[in-house]
């Protein structure tokens, strides 16, 4: 079955600092996501993504946050200027339409911000 | 707002045993469902979706879910579990018409099967 791939595994990063999450969705998918996960808590909607623009994105999707598909196959989370609590597993997904179908997930990248 | 529970934090149970993993949901109108595995250093995976018809839903690797509306609950079960059904389980649901079409997910359900 086809996968998501996600780099890097691990991403260790000073508060302050920027970092940039890369995802490799499906090929044939048109619609992409950002969920994280924070250690002991619900796996949390980021962003969604389709025509080259943002579609939905929740409350915690601020302006330190930023998502891009720079060319047409990566699709990238930046956050600008990281703090303690955006450590957290990220993970990328990516589907063909919106109606009831199925999300297909990276393995994650774990961020930790020291 | 849409929102699932997942009320146990881990579930243990013996090889060849039943299992049962709990999830109840709240959202407008009629639900989608869906149920994710997490096996380590992987991302979640699809295991089994309810959308409409049969309140007993059949998935991968012999799981199954019943939906039981008056109770708004979702629990994934299986028969007889196998040690390598230890993982990460995550409840998620969604609106079927209007509002937004991305699942919520629950904080996910270690599921620990002793041989």
């Known amino acids: 079955e086809p996968e998501v791939t996600q780099t890097p595994s691990h991403q260790v990063t000073q508060m302050g600092q920027e970092v940039i999450l890369r995802c490799v969705p499906i090929?044939?998918?048109?619609?992409f996501y950002w969920y994280r996960q924070i250690l002991g808590q619900k796996v949390e909607f980021l962003v969604s993504f389709y025509n080259n623009e943002i579609s939905e994105k929740s409350e915690i999707f601020d302006d330190q946050f930023s998502v891009e598909r720079p060319d047409g196959s990566n699709f990238t989370l930046k956050i600008r200027s990281t703090k303690l609590e955006d450590s957290a597993m990220y993970f990328c997904?990516?589907?063909?339409?919106?109606?009831?179908?199925?999300?297909?997930f990276g393995s994650g990248t774990q961020l930790s911000v020291l | 707002a849409q929102s699932v529970a997942q009320p146990e934090d881990q579930v243990n149970v013996a090889e060849g045993n039943p299992l049962t993993v709990k999830c109840t949901y709240s959202v407008s109108g009629n639900p989608y469902l869906f149920w994710y595995v997490q096996y380590p250093n992987r991302g979640l995976q699809f295991l089994l979706k309810?959308?409409?018809?049969?309140?007993l839903v059949k998935g991968s690797y012999g799981f199954e879910a019943e939906f039981n509306k008056s109770q708004t609950s979702f629990h994934l079960k299986k028969p007889s579990a196998l040690v390598s059904d230890s993982a990460l389980y995550f409840c998620?649901?969604?609106?079927?018409?209007?509002?937004?079409?991305?699942?919520?997910f629950g904080r996910g359900t270690s599921l620990i099967v002793h041989p």
């Open positions: 090929s044939n998918h048109l619609y």
């Open positions: 998620a649901v969604r609106g079927a018409s209007g509002g937004s079409y991305i699942p919520t």
């Open positions: 309810y959308i409409t018809g049969d309140n």
């Open positions: 997904a990516s589907t063909r339409g919106v109606n009831n179908e199925k999300l297909f």
